[in-house]
């Protein structure tokens, strides 16, 4: 399913970010002591993004939080933290402004009543 970086979320953005780092598997999703990565929502997994591609933050309203970094030229991430738009600017600019999540995901999310897309 292909769906626009800007609206993936959840653990479609997990896998999305996972993906991008070039170290996709399907083991990618889980770290060595089999708690869940979960890069758009904890910080321990997700907050080197910000670190390392020295991305900013500006608000854009009272809701939407956007993510940039010089070392991305004018790709950027809204989220709704810090973590959320980090992970869509990383994703965007590895990926595209577009995403193809693997449709067997979409299928368990579905299943699981995870949400994955931001209407």
């Keep these: 399913m292909i769906i626009k970086t800007q609206h993936v979320t959840g653990r479609a953005l997990d896998w999305a970010v996972a993906l991008a780092t070039g170290r996709w598997s399907r083991s990618c999703l889980v770290r060595n002591d089999g708690i869940p990565l979960e890069y758009s929502c904890r910080w321990e997994d997700g907050g080197y993004l910000i670190d390392e591609y020295k991305m900013e933050f500006n608000w854009l309203d009272d809701r939407d939080l956007k993510a940039t970094s010089k070392l991305f030229g004018e790709k950027q991430g809204i989220g ?21 999540i693997a449709d067997d995901l979409v299928r368990w999310l579905r299943e699981k009543s995870m949400p994955f897309l931001r209407r």
Excluded: Q, S, Y
């Excluded at 959320?84 to 193809?100: I, K, P």
């Design 80 to 100: 709704l933290d810090h973590l959320e738009a980090a992970c869509r600017l990383f994703v965007a600019a590895r990926l595209g402004d577009e995403v193809d």
